[in-house]
T-cell receptor, first 116, second 116 residues
Framework: AQSVTQPDIHITVSEGASLELRCNYS??????LFWYVQSPGQGLQLLLK??????LVQGIKGFEAEFKRSQSSFNLRKPSVHWSDAAEYFC??????????????FGQGTILTVHP | GAVVSQHPSRVICKSGTSVKIECRSL??????MFWYRQFPKQSLMLMAT?????????EQGVEKDKFLINHASLTLSTLTVTSAHPEDSSFYIC????????????FGPGTRLTVL
């Protein structure tokens, strides 16, 4: 079964600093990978996704992520964080076939705090 | 496009009563809908997957008789929490996928259920 690990439960950065959120996955085949953001009491918004092709993926709000198969990682990055980026971030992997097609498994989430 | 709504956004009920939560895809036909549960400061846990016109597939450990899921049309799925108890209090989030984006889920804003 697939699994996703986000090693950092909570990260604090200063506004304007760069950001990297880590995500490691375990999946037997080529993964479909996602990063979502959730503000308190809200649903999830998709930041970006990787299905195939270029391993550096651009998303909304200035985020990007890089798929590294050798490291089973899909880390999320942003060069300059804004105060509005404070939220919880979830990495997820989707199954690609069988009866569980499209089923998402989420990591534990990383809470991002941004200091002014 | 690909907007998913949930109603109600917040509900408070007495122990022993049943509560129905609606999930609608507003501008697309949802071939599959998913229901998640999220405890405070935790990740999303998939409860069940439903395809229009079929019985829902529940994840291990989820009580089918307690969490009734109906996916009667391509735009509507409902989750009924029967005989709710305080331990059922949680944040319930639905998502929907469509054939054109078969590996992507579009999330609703969530429903906060509080059982007194």
């Amino acid at each position: 079964a697939q699994s996703v690990t986000q090693p950092d439960i909570h990260i604090t950065v200063s506004e304007g600093a760069s950001l990297e959120l880590r995500c490691n996955y375990s999946y037997g085949a080529t993964p479909y990978l996602f990063w979502y953001v959730q503000s308190p009491g809200q649903g999830l918004q998709l930041l970006l996704k990787y299905f195939s092709g270029d391993t550096l993926v651009q998303g909304i709000k200035g985020f990007e992520a890089e798929f590294k198969r050798s490291q089973s990682s899909f880390n999320l990055r942003k060069p300059s964080v804004h105060w509005s980026d404070a939220a919880e971030y979830f990495c997820a992997v989707a199954t690609a076939g069988g009866t569980s097609y499209g089923k998402l498994t989420f990591g534990q989430g990383t809470i991002l705090t941004v200091h002014p | 496009g690909a907007v998913v709504s949930q109603h109600p956004s917040r509900v408070i009920c007495k122990s022993g009563t049943s509560v129905k939560i609606e999930c609608r895809s507003l501008d697309f036909q949802a071939t599959t809908m998913f229901w998640y549960r999220q405890f405070p400061k935790q990740s999303l846990m998939l409860m069940a997957t439903s395809n229009e016109g079929s019985k829902a597939t529940y994840e291990q450990g989820v009580e089918k008789d307690k969490f009734l899921i109906n996916h009667a049309s391509l735009t509507l799925s409902t989750l009924t929490v029967t005989s709710a108890h305080p331990e059922d209090s949680s944040f319930y989030i639905c998502s929907a996928s469509r054939l054109a984006d078969y590996n992507e889920q579009f999330f609703g804003p969530g429903t906060r259920l509080t059982v007194l």
